[in-house]
């Protein structure tokens, strides 16, 4: 196990202050998944047993458009303990994860997706974790041989380009999966914003955090959800989202090639003063033309990229729309359903 630089005496406060019988609840955003949400069920209610805990599912239905809610709302029928929400339409799985945040009820939260490429028995050492003292505990991807050469790469590009730009730091190759203590759901339900990116938003709350490392095994069923395309403006919103640095970059970029302009035109000043005028270059004036109109687009589309965001907070939307909430039969009889209609 992984430990991030945390003060003990945080973590030892901590430890001893853990509840010995918390509820544990399990989010699982979910986008047509029914050829592998029956697989997942199989292999996460054994593990959640043998916890000793009583735990709670929270199913977000992100606008599945086959039988993943029918199935589930059988299975919450059937005795499933949990609840699953219905989004009006496909937000995104940012969107989905903030919807279960608000939702759960536990002491503790595992956040998980349904394709099992998350390995359920790792739950049992995140509870160790947190019994230690932890209010953050991650999977780190060790090995991600399932994944393309290219999604390798281009993720390991991004996660150093992340870091090295953003003033926070976050883990590289740690998915969505983790255990989190409500301490960490409070402060992620105070953050505001619209354009969601959970990875930095979990890194950014901070608190004492461990990283359990495990192979990432294929997918059980089904196919992933996200294409390059998705994983771009993913990336895009994650970085964007966490640092200016781009627009900084823009603004020294601008600085220099502004002063070289300047040089120059003394410099054509003084040659034409000393030597005459000659028959300037239609090749050479072509390329500069060029490329200094490609560097204003190129400043002008990064400042944009910001201001769309801005666009979007300003306009104040709901991050989603909640359209029902499916309860367990047995929270129900107890009297425990609460409807959220937007958050």
Not at 128 to 139: F, L, Q, T
Not at 143 to 154: C, G, P
Not at 199 to 224: N, Q, S, T
């Amino acid at each position: 196990m992984n430990q991030t630089a945390a003060s003990k005496i945080y973590v030892s406060r901590r430890e001893t202050a853990r509840p010995a019988d918390p509820l544990l609840s399990v989010i699982v955003p979910v986008f047509n998944e029914e050829d592998v949400i029956g697989h997942f069920l199989e292999a996460t209610r054994p593990v959640l047993e043998k916890t000793g805990l009583a735990y709670e599912y929270v199913f977000i239905d992100d606008g599945s458009r086959d039988s993943t809610a029918d199935y589930l709302s059988e299975k919450l029928k059937s005795g499933l303990p949990g609840r699953l929400l219905g989004l009006s339409r496909n937000f995104g799985k940012e969107a989905a994860l903030s919807a279960g945040l608000e939702a759960v009820r536990g002491d503790i939260a595992v956040i998980m997706d349904a394709d099992l490429q998350d390995p359920p028995d790792l739950i049992l050492q995140m509870l160790d974790g947190w019994r230690a003292g932890y209010d953050v505990i991650y999977g780190l991807r060790v090995d991600r041989s399932s994944d393309t050469v290219l999604k390798r790469s281009t993720a390991n590009m991004f996660y150093k380009l992340f870091n090295r730009l953003a003033n926070i730091d976050m883990p590289a190759n740690a998915g969505d999966y983790r255990l989190i203590d409500r301490a960490v759901i409070d402060a992620l339900l105070r953050l505001p914003e619209r354009n969601r990116f959970m990875k930095g938003l979990f890194a950014w709350v901070g608190f004492p955090a461990m990283a359990i490392p495990y192979e990432r095994p294929v997918r059980k069923a089904g196919d992933g959800k996200f294409n390059y395309w998705k994983l771009w403006n993913f990336a895009l919103d994650g970085l964007t989202g966490f640092t200016t640095l781009p627009l900084r970059v823009w603004f020294y970029g601008g600085a220099a090639i502004s002063f070289g302009a300047f040089a120059y035109a003394i410099y054509l000043t003084v040659r034409t003063s000393l030597f005459g005028a000659d028959l300037p270059g239609y090749a050479s004036l072509m390329v500069a033309l060029l490329f200094f109109s490609g560097v204003q687009l190129l400043s002008i589309g990064m400042i944009g990229e910001y201001i769309a965001r801005l666009f979007n907070e300003a306009k104040q939307r709901p991050v989603y729309i909640l359209q029902d909430v499916i309860e367990s039969e047995q929270q129900e009889d107890a009297g425990t359903g609460k409807e959220t209609h937007a958050g």
